[in-house]
């Protein structure tokens, strides 16, 4: 009777903290939305707001930038095919929640419909977030 019960509390001890949000902080970030991105774009390119008069998405904008330390350059985007101003993420690019199908239908047809994983795996390499939680293939 006592070796189940010590079963039971390793399996809930190992359930506990497989969970991401026990990893303290290691996540990327997830793709903005349309309205955040402009404001996080605006103010790394230096526009900033007085602290009062900061608007909803403002303040969600400054506290994105606080936790994911975005920068804002310019890197080569492959749905443009050149270089474009956009924000940086550990090298790569932070999209628009908007931009995921696109980006997802691009590569798909650049894999050639190689599989899920593949086209995962070159996804994150250019950009950041979780592209196959958010995308549904039709």
Do not use: W
């Amino acid at each position: 009777m006592g070796e189940k019960r010590r079963f039971k509390l390793k399996s809930k001890y190992l359930i506990l903290f497989s969970y991401p949000f026990f990893q303290g902080g290691n996540r990327d970030p997830e793709p903005l939305d349309a309205e955040v991105h402009d404001a996080l774009t605006s103010i790394l390119s230096g526009h900033a707001v007085p602290k009062k008069s900061r608007t909803r998405l403002q303040r969600v904008a400054y506290v994105k930038l606080s936790r994911y330390h975005f920068t804002l350059g310019e890197l080569h985007n492959p749905l443009i095919g050149k270089a474009s101003q956009c924000i940086i993420y550990n090298g790569r690019i932070v999209p628009k929640k908007d931009d995921i199908n696109d980006i997802v239908s691009f590569y798909q047809k650049e894999t050639k419909g190689d599989g899920s994983r593949k086209l995962e795996l070159v996804i994150r390499k250019k950009f950041v977030g979780g592209f196959f939680l958010q995308t549904s293939f039709t």
